[in-house]
């Protein structure tokens, strides 16, 4: 899949992968037409206001794999918690050794540990910069 502009993406609160500006870490998001604004983005850095750059459809394959098989190298990955979440959410596996949190999945822009986990599933690439 190719990441496109995000003036192109549907506004009927289908969920979609989105890159925003000064990010390198995909969030999943969906348009919330009552507030006129993409619920679930990350909002802000350093104070800086982050809205969505590009978007693609949310991955279907390869398929959702068991979280037993996912990379425990750092990699950040889709994950995806049964019966809690309806959206993936990206997280990366803190190796043993590293912090306090070590053996345990790190949320990206949640900063919690998730220990429930169910699944996972690659993350595809990132788009080539412009200048």
Not at 19 to 31: G, K, Q, R, S, T
Not at 58 to 78: C, E, L
Not at 90 to 105: D, E
């Amino acid at each position: 899949m190719i990441w496109q502009p995000i003036a192109t993406a549907p506004k009927d609160g289908t969920p979609i992968l989105v890159l925003c500006a000064a990010e390198d870490e995909p969030a999943v998001v969906e348009w919330e037409p009552f507030s006129g604004a993409w619920r679930h983005a990350p909002a802000y850095i350093d104070g800086a206001l982050l809205l969505p750059r590009v978007w693609m459809p949310i991955p279907v394959a390869p398929p959702w794999q068991p979280i037993a098989t996912a990379p425990k190298d750092g990699t950040p990955v889709f994950v995806h918690q049964r019966d809690r979440w309806h959206v993936p959410m990206v997280a990366f596996y803190v190796p043993n050794g590293r912090s306090q949190v070590s053996g345990r999945w790190m949320l990206v822009g949640v900063g919690r540990c998730a220990d429930e986990l169910t699944h996972w599933m690659p993350i595809p690439p990132l788009p080539e910069a412009t200048s």
